[in-house]
């Protein structure tokens, strides 16, 4: 693996984070009917951040849940390698809530259709908003962010990696280059 | 072909003990002369670069199924597969439809093997139908020509009418072939009962269903001073039972399988259907009990129980499908691989196992390799490895255990009733 | 991370690893399994037989449950009666499912090996829901996982299987499981009821409930049946009743009461009293519901394993 450019260090990333907070903020007057979903694995620790931040500039606690989407992945036969399902934890009825899936990376959206998907049988939603911390482009399926961290130009044959310190022991935002095609519909 | 020159036969013959090189003659069927010099230019020779020539083989277990399933085997296939495997004599149980248990039956198979070059011996049945109720017409049996009795398939549980066939066929001194089991103790069994069994809980067959059989069986002949010979030997207990009696002066003979001197149950681990048999593959202690019986004496012969039956019936559940394997083309070759090559017995005893001993069991004339003899002969050759396919396979049925397995002692032919039958046509 | 295993055809030889991965993705399909809708698309187009060749309600409708949650297409298969019977082949059954393109075949039936031959001629993957008295691997699955759950671990714990295990594919698939995981394994019975070679299982043998008992961290009740005909191996369900029941007086005899499981279904008053069966210390339902989640997690891992995998 080949690291192109380094699009945020640790500070880029935390700006990042509070860039997407304030977004947020602005869209939804009050947080009180918002709960907050990651997407595992990353996008759990970057709603998290998100609370967290949330929770220090607005003094609100948003719940916060994290979704497995992987029962529901379109390619979980055609894909190459099996994916493991993993548990679900939504300590909340998610019905009537505005929902803010959070992810890590928007890029064919296919884990976001998935995930709504998922949120469907979990229960229905007031609204649903996707938070992503960064777009890079190439979409498969009609997919938007209502909230973006970053916007990075890429090619078919890089790859976005969001490093956490919870996991990855440090924070970051890379552009990588893969040395074999991408796996179909990973995202 | 009545007249061939063998050159260079290694020549084992228990009875005459000789076991030397040398050249056979033989005219219209009958050996005219052993040694060097013979070579009239008239007579095909075939060179046998010092492979073994011995006395004829036979087989004195054997199922031809013919008449009532011919679907599994006939005289015809099942004498072509013994001659592929070496042996001159098969002796056929009576477990055919109609069982042979009338003289008819036993004329009808002596006609229908009329001109074979393996001898076909018939083996009467003990009872009626094979039923175990009335003593079947032993008499009319031995005069059209059966060699022995049995039951076989299935025990004489009766004890009073095992003692009588005992006493009764002391009168054409031909024994009585036993199926030992105790039905109630193999229940519906199909495997041996041990630590294979516990893994895959099939149904298993104690070794006390054969054992308890033998032990009755020994009493009941020490008693009436008949003749008892124990068919396929598969448990330590048997063996045991065997030596002893022996000992004790009991006229009792045994054979055993190659299949049980060769396989344990662990070969049942993978549920394969030619791993069924009855009796059934044993312990590795049995197994060695067998081979140590073999060696010593206690086991006289090697018979197959050759038991063909049709792909379609082994294909199904394991409980469901017939007992039983073909045999008779591996028999030689796993006598020779397991036995002769590992030292449990030379190979003038394994000669002697498969010619001399059932031959004398069965009453039947002694083959002698000496001028003037008629010619019966198997040839085989020692530094010739060859491996089994069951497709090629002269037998009727594909039911073997052993296919795609490699022996030593590739069988070359059979010299039998004026006829020189290669193996490999 | 996959199974190694393309079939689930018993536990015997199934590595630790596989049988861990099996039990660490129930919890998720557990959880799918809680929710208001109980239903994910992951198995979608997937076609799955349940092949029952020996009348069975609760395992049938146990995967039945599991496939249907996981969206797969269901086609349910019963005879009564073996192949054979119809003057069939096991192999023309074998044809038969590999000419309906079916994905995954889950087969009971009431010969040991019989999905063992059917699996070596199809290129569907095969689960055993029963073979005679083999295995259950499932069962077995279900209820180490059910114990884990209530233990948090499988490893050093004592597990007694109680009543007729020679005739038991609990019992084996019990034995194959957990001796894998690292617990120690005993069976208690009449000896008439235990297989001839049982220690060659590896297992502590009991034929005194009591010292069973006192043994037992868990214990595993299997049902109990008498024969009705010569050579049964008990003489009378009372006498066995009296000498192995599960009763709560026996329980409450002993120090640290053992965790209490039943494969089902239960016969009251016979093997397992009804005070126990319903007691703290029975996880008998819990097993129930583990069951359907087990044989999600494990039709997600056979079902959409990839040959790459292995």
Same mark, same amino acid.
Request: proline share 20%; glycine share 0%; hydrophobic share 30%.
């Given at each position: 693996m080949k690291i192109i450019e380094t699009i945020a260090d640790e500070l880029g990333f935390v700006r990042t984070i509070s860039r997407l907070a304030h977004e947020i903020l602005e869209r939804n007057k009050t947080l009180e009917n918002v709960v907050l979903i990651g997407i595992r694995t990353r996008g759990e620790y970057i709603a998290r951040r998100l609370a967290a931040y949330l929770e220090e500039v607005e003094s609100v606690t948003v719940p916060l849940g994290v979704l497995d989407v992987t029962m529901y992945r379109d390619d979980v036969r055609g894909h190459l390698k099996q994916p493991l399902p993993h548990k679900t934890e939504i300590p909340f009825d998610i019905s009537g809530k505005t929902v803010i899936l959070v992810d890590d990376v928007l890029y064919t959206g296919r884990t976001a259709r998935a995930a709504l998907d998922a949120l469907t049988d979990l229960g229905r939603p007031a609204c649903v908003q996707l938070a992503i911390l960064v777009d890079r482009g190439h979409r498969q399926v009609p997919i938007r962010a209502d909230f973006t961290g970053k916007n990075v130009t890429t090619l078919e044959h890089e790859e976005i990696h969001v490093l956490v310190k919870e996991i990855d022991e440090r924070d970051a935002i890379l552009l990588v280059e893969t040395p074999e095609p991408q796996q179909p519909g990973k995202d | 072909m009545n007249s061939v020159l063998f050159k260079n036969a290694h020549i084992v013959d228990p009875i005459s003990g000789r076991d030397e090189v040398t050249d056979i003659l033989i005219e219209h069927g009958t050996i005219s002369s052993i040694g060097k010099p013979a070579a009239p230019s008239s007579v095909e020779t075939i060179d046998l670069k010092g492979a073994i020539a011995a006395p004829g083989f036979c087989d004195m277990h054997v199922h031809l199924r013919e008449p009532g399933y011919e679907h599994k085997e006939t005289i015809a296939t099942g004498t072509a597969a013994a001659a592929a495997g070496g042996f001159t004599a098969v002796a056929c149980m009576p477990n055919t439809d109609p069982p042979i248990d009338s003289a008819e039956v036993v004329r009808a198979i002596i006609d229908l093997a009329s001109g074979l070059a393996v001898d076909v011996l018939p083996v009467g049945a003990i009872t009626r139908k094979r039923e175990g109720e009335e003593l079947a017409p032993l008499a009319e049996l031995a005069g059209a020509g059966a060699v022995a009795f049995s039951d076989d398939g299935a025990p004489v549980v009766n004890s009073r009418l095992m003692r009588i066939a005992f006493e009764y066929a002391l009168m054409f001194n031909k024994p009585l072939i036993q199926h030992a089991e105790d039905l109630s103790l193999t229940n519906n069994g199909c495997v041996h009962e041990g630590a294979v069994s516990a893994r895959t809980g099939l149904p298993p067959i104690p070794s006390i269903s054969e054992t308890v059989m033998v032990a009755r069986d020994l009493m009941l002949a020490a008693y009436t001073g008949g003749l008892y010979h124990v068919s396929h030997v598969s448990t330590a207990g048997t063996v045991n039972l065997v030596r002893e009696a022996k000992k004790r002066g009991v006229r009792v003979t045994a054979e055993a399988t190659p299949h049980h001197f060769t396989l344990t149950d662990e070969a049942t681990a993978g549920f394969d259907t030619n791993t069924k048999m009855k009796p059934p593959l044993r312990s590795r202690d049995d197994l060695e009990a067998i081979k140590e019986g073999l060696r010593d004496g206690t086991i006289d012969a090697i018979a197959t129980d050759h038991a063909p039956h049709a792909e379609h019936e082994k294909l199904v559940e394991y409980t469901y499908a017939p007992f039983g394997i073909i045999g008779l083309e591996t028999a030689v070759g796993l006598t020779l691989r397991e036995l002769v090559l590992p030292g449990v017995l030379t190979l003038v005893e394994a000669v002697e196992k498969l010619s001399t001993n059932p031959r004398r069991i069965l009453g039947l004339k002694e083959i002698r390799l000496e001028p003037g003899e008629p010619a019966n002969l198997t040839l085989f050759d020692m530094n010739n490895r060859w491996t089994f396919d069951v497709a090629k396979s002269k037998s009727k049925s594909r039911n073997s255990p052993f296919h795609g397995e490699s022996f030593p002692g590739k069988i070359i032919g059979i010299f039998n009733r004026q006829q020189f039958i290669r193996a490999n046509d | 991370m996959a199974l190694s295993i393309r079939h689930l055809l018993g536990l015997e030889n199934v590595p630790r690893e596989d049988i861990q991965l099996i039990l660490d993705t129930t919890p998720s399909f557990l959880e799918v399994i809680n929710? !208001?809708? +109980? +239903?994910? !698309?992951?198995?979608?187009g997937t076609t799955i037989v349940n092949l029952f060749f020996e009348s069975s309600t609760r395992t049938r409708v146990s995967f039945e449950l599991a496939e249907r949650r996981l969206s797969a297409d269901v086609v349910n298969f019963a005879a009564s009666t073996s192949s054979v019977n119809k003057g069939e082949t096991l192999l023309d059954t074998a044809r038969n499912i590999e000419a309906m393109k079916v994905d995954m075949v889950v087969m009971r039936h009431s010969v040991p090996g019989a999905p063992h031959f059917l699996s070596r001629m199809c290129t569907s993957a095969f689960i055993n829901a029963g073979d005679g008295a083999h295995e259950h691997p499932t069962q077995a699955l279900l209820d180490m996982y059910s114990i884990r759950q209530k233990t948090g671990a499988l490893e050093g714990l004592n597990v007694c299987i109680i009543g007729d295990i020679a005739h038991s594919r609990v019992a084996r698939s019990n034995i194959f499981g957990l001796k894998t995981m690292g617990a120690s394994v005993a069976v208690c019975g009449p000896p008439s009821l235990l297989p001839h070679d049982v220690e060659s299982l590896g297992v502590r043998v009991f034929t005194n409930l009591d010292e069973a008992l006192s043994f037992s961290d868990v214990i595993n009740v299997l049902r109990i049946q008498l024969e009705r005909k010569a050579g049964a191996a008990f003489p009378s369900l009372r006498e066995y009743r009296e000498t192995f029941g599960i009763t709560g007086k026996r329980l409450e005899r002993l120090p640290n009461p053992p965790l209490v499981l039943h494969p089902g279904p239960l016969n009251r008053e016979v093997e397992i009293s009804s005070d126990v069966a319903d007691g703290p210390a029975s996880i008998i339902l819990e097993q129930v519901t583990n069951g359907v989640a087990v044989r999600m997690a494990v039709l997600y891992l056979l079902g959409t394993r990839k040959e790459s995998d292995s």
């Open positions: - | - | 929710r !208001p809708i +109980k +239903k994910v !698309p992951t198995l979608q």
